[in-house]
T-cell receptor, first 115, second 118 residues
Framework: AQSVTQLDSHVSVSEGTPVLLRCNYSSSYSPSLFWYVQHPNKGLQLLLKYTSAATLVKGINGFEAEFKKSETSFHLTKPSAHMSDAAEYFCVVSDQGSNTGKLIFGQGTTLQVKP | DAGVIQSPRHEVTEMGQEVTLRCKPISGHNSLFWYRQTMMRGLELLIYFNNNVPIDDSGMPEDRFSAKMPNASFSTLKIQPSEPRDSAVYFC????????????????FGPGTRLTVL
């Protein structure tokens, strides 16, 4: 069965410093992986997705993530944090085994950006 | 593209009342998902439709919850009777599932309906 673990429930960085949000997954299949962002009182917006093409995936707003099969990780990074990046971030794996399109969400990481 | 549209954005009701949440998926998408988000339980999948047919409703909490998709452009989630513990943000999402299998495509989320049951 697929699962996803976000290793930090809360990350705090200063504006202009790098961001690292960690995610590990478990999957019996070659997974599809996503990062979504949710700003306060908003819906979820897709940041990026991995679907077995290039292992380094570039997303919107300067974010990127690297799929590392050997480490079963899909960490999200950004070289320089901006105040507008403060939000909740979800790492997500698609349930390929059932082929239903069902997404399995991590518990989320709250990113705080300090001025 | 208007994206996934949900209404109402906010709903406040009293315990025992019927609540109906509405969703219009992205045109051309053939899969629709209803989620519930709470602080305690995070994001939970309630029900999933493919080509207007409910495929997986194992996440529906109890018989008070029901969902329909009468056509490709509209779905409802109904709670009757509502209870305070149903207070949450309810999201609708849609995607285009390949006909012949293969990779699941991205789910696009609506802005959500914030439900408060007093």
């Amino acid at each position: 069965a697929q699962s996803v673990t976000q290793l930090d429930s809360h990350v705090s960085v200063s504006e202009g410093t790098p961001v690292l949000l960690r995610c590990n997954y478990s999957s019996s299949y070659s997974p599809s992986l996503f990062w979504y962002v949710q700003h306060p009182n908003k819906g979820l917006q897709l940041l990026l997705k991995y679907t077995s093409a290039a292992t380094l995936v570039k997303g919107i707003n300067g974010f990127e993530a690297e799929f590392k099969k050997s480490e079963t990780s899909f960490h999200l990074t950004k070289p320089s944090a901006h105040m507008s990046d403060a939000a909740e971030y979800f790492c997500v794996v698609s349930d390929q085994g059932s082929n239903t399109g069902k997404l399995i969400f991590g518990q989320g990481t709250t990113l705080q950006v300090k001025p | 593209d208007a994206g996934v549209i949900q209404s109402p954005r906010h709903e406040v009701t009293e315990m025992g009342q019927e609540v109906t949440l509405r969703c219009k998926p992205i045109s051309g998408h053939n899969s629709l998902f209803w989620y519930r988000q709470t602080m305690m339980r995070g994001l939970e999948l309630l029900i999933y439709f493919n080509n207007n047919v409910p495929i997986d409703d194992s996440g529906m909490p109890e018989d008070r919850f029901s969902a329909k998709m009468p056509n490709a452009s509209f779905s409802t989630l109904k709670i009757q009777p509502s209870e305070p513990r149903d207070s949450a943000v309810y999201f609708c999402a849609s995607s285009l599932k390949p006909r012949t299998g293969g990779r699941t495509d991205t789910q696009y989320f609506g802005p959500g309906t914030r439900l408060t049951v007093l």
